[in-house]
Each structure stands twice: as structure tokens, then as C-alpha cells.
């Protein structure tokens, strides 16, 4: 797969009309922005794009070809409001594809122009920090500073253990920016009765038997293997610690924060990850291996609901070994 080639696929873009009250139109343009070591739209036949609500009732499916390089989707008319879209590759009769917008609320008279990670399964996208911020970041469990839609979605498809959940029980964003000395991070849990300390008052639903459970690993340059090794990382993240349970981490390496979702329907793990502990520079051609692990166990739930990007089996505290995680990329700061 050319460089040439994977570049045009990341003008592939998506647009509709935003419709007012007024006579003004505003527009929402979505670019789809791959991996540079992968095209994910080998092999589709058609390409299906879902409209939701916030709270993901499906309003609008479109279904149409889809475009060549440098090609262009219509969506229509849209309404104003909260929404956020998923894009689907198709080839086989299998979503080959995927990508997820963030919950954007576009307004009538203005232009959006959103980025979308977009990748096959098993693999993530970062966006680099000029196209993820709008400023400086920091570490204090509040997006206010990202724009980044989401690289990675957990949501019932990624369980591997615990009873069923619906996307308002339990779903998780992974949104990601990097650039050569750090990659950043944004984790917003959408969770029905987020609990971030033992015996804190879950909402309504009571007081949290476990506090909520957040793990990340990392296989510096994607190289696989059974055992953890130099720079490979597999952090588990609380309200009120941070665990390295495999590799080596300065605590200066990893600033984190955790707070409540400002609608109180979940939760946030904010952090920033120097390159340093990855033993390795970042760049556009960079490969590391990825996993998220998200735990979670609600009052008078007797087993935890673990929902794990790679679907390995284990517990939300069991490193998944390097040679199972996802493969997470640098989009280029051009796209």
C-alpha cells in the first residue's frame, strides 16, 4: 500500500447541509482519516453512515456506494442539534471499517469540519495535537481543550466478561493526540452509575462496591511477543492511583486526572504519556501496540463488567500480552 494512496484516501470526506429557522445554511463536513500503513477502504462495497441522538437512538441510516479517492458522500439535510454519526465500510456482508464522530452540536450558520479517525478492526488512529486541541492541554478531567473525535469505541461488541450493557450503561471513548514528546489522552466513560471511590455514592444507584477501573497498555513498536519488553507499559488507572503493573514509569511521565462527566453520566481519564516512557520517539510513521480495558461494577452486581478493545479474554486488572493488543497509528499533521 503506497503512501501516495493512503494520503488520498484521507481526503475522502462527507457532507450535508445544516438546516435553521432562518434562511441561513450552515454545512458539517466529516473527513475520514485512515492509519498511514493501512487503506480501510480495500474490499468495500458499500459504505453506510448512521445518525444518533445523544442518547444513541439512531435518527438517519444512509447506505450508497462508496467514493473513490478524494471522493465525496452527500448526507443531505441534516437538523441542527446534538448528533453524532458512525461511518461503516461494508465488503462481504462484514463492516470492515469503522469510524465514530464525537457528540458535536453544530449550529445553522456555521461551517464544521470534523476529522474522523478511521480505521479496520484492531487498529487506532491518533490525530496529531494541532488537529485534536484547540489549546493547550492539560491534565484536569475536563475536555474543553479537545476536538478529537473518538480513535477507539467500547461498547457491548468489546465485552468479554459480566452481564450485558446497553450504551447508556456502559460505553467508553478513546480519543487520542500525539505529538514527538507525548501522546495524549481523553477517556469519557458514558457510565449509568460512575463510582470513582470505594463506598462513594453511585448517582442514584447506591454506594459503588468496586471503585471504576481504567487499563491501558502499550507494546512499543507494535513488535509483539508473549513478554513485556523495553518500553512496553500496562498501567491500571483509578480515581486515586496510578499502578504500573508491567514496564517502567516516572511518575513525572504520566500526569492523569479523574473526574465526573459534567452531565454526571459517566465519567473522564484525561492524561499525557512522554515518549521517554515509551522508550521511542513519535513520528508519522510510528506503530505502537494499544489496548483499553474498562471495568465496572455497580452496586449489587455480583461479577464486573469488563469491556476490552482487543476481546481478549481476562479481568479488568489481566495485561493483555503484547502480540494480542490493537495497533494504534499517527495520522500525519497534514490531513
Excluded: H
Aim: with cysteine.
Amino acid at each position: 500500500m503506497s503512501s501516495v494512496t493512503t494520503q488520498a484516501r484521507a481526503l475522502v470526506v462527507l457532507s450535508a447541509l445544516l438546516l435553521g429557522c432562518g434562511p441561513r445554511e450552515g454545512s458539517l463536513t466529516l473527513r475520514l482519516v485512515p492509519a498511514p500503513f493501512e487503506d480501510p477502504f480495500q474490499g468495500v462495497e458499500q459504505l453506510r453512515v448512521r445518525v444518533l441522538d445523544r442518547d444513541f437512538v439512531v435518527l438517519r441510516q444512509l447506505e450508497q456506494a462508496p467514493p473513490g479517492a478524494g471522493g465525496r458522500v452527500e448526507l443531505g439535510e441534516l437538523a441542527p442539534g446534538e448528533q453524532r454519526f458512525e461511518v461503516q465500510a461494508l465488503g462481504g456482508g462484514q463492516v470492515r471499517a469503522r469510524g465514530w464522530s464525537r457528540l458535536l452540536a453544530p449550529e445553522a450558520e456555521l461551517a464544521l469540519d470534523e476529522r474522523i479517525p478511521f480505521a479496520t478492526a484492531k487498529v487506532a488512529v491518533a490525530l496529531p495535537v494541532a488537529r485534536a486541541l484547540t489549546g493547550p492541554f492539560v491534565a484536569d478531567g475536563v475536555l474543553d481543550e479537545w476536538r478529537a473525535s473518538p480513535s477507539l469505541v467500547l461498547d457491548e461488541s468489546a465485552r468479554v466478561s459480566g452481564p450485558p450493557v446497553s450504551a447508556l450503561d456502559l460505553r467508553a471513548e478513546l480519543r487520542l493526540a500525539w505529538s514527538t514528546e507525548e501522546l495524549l489522552f481523553a477517556i469519557l466513560v458514558s457510565d449509568d452509575c460512575p463510582s470513582l471511590r470505594p463506598g462513594e455514592p453511585a448517582g442514584s444507584c447506591g454506594a459503588g462496591q468496586q471503585p471504576e477501573r481504567v487499563a491501558l497498555g502499550f507494546d512499543a513498536g507494535d513488535d509483539g511477543g508473549v513478554v513485556y519488553g523495553q518500553g512496553d507499559l500496562w498501567i491500571e488507572l483509578r480515581a486515586q492511583s496510578v499502578t504500573v503493573l508491567r514496564g517502567e514509569l516516572k511518575r513525572e511521565e504520566l500526569p492523569v486526572a479523574f473526574a465526573l462527566a459534567p452531565d454526571g453520566r459517566g465519567y473522564v481519564v484525561e492524561g499525557a504519556l512522554k515518549s521517554s516512557a515509551l522508550k521511542l520517539g513519535l513520528g508519522p510513521t510510528s506503530r505502537l501496540g494499544l489496548e483499553l480495558v474498562i471495568g465496572d461494577q455497580d452496586p449489587g452486581q455480583s461479577e464486573a463488567t469488563v469491556l476490552r478493545a482487543s476481546g481478549t479474554a481476562g479481568d479488568a486488572t489481566a495485561p493483555t500480552p503484547p502480540e494480542a493488543m490493537g495497533t494504534l497509528g499517527l495520522a500525519p499533521v497534514s490531513p
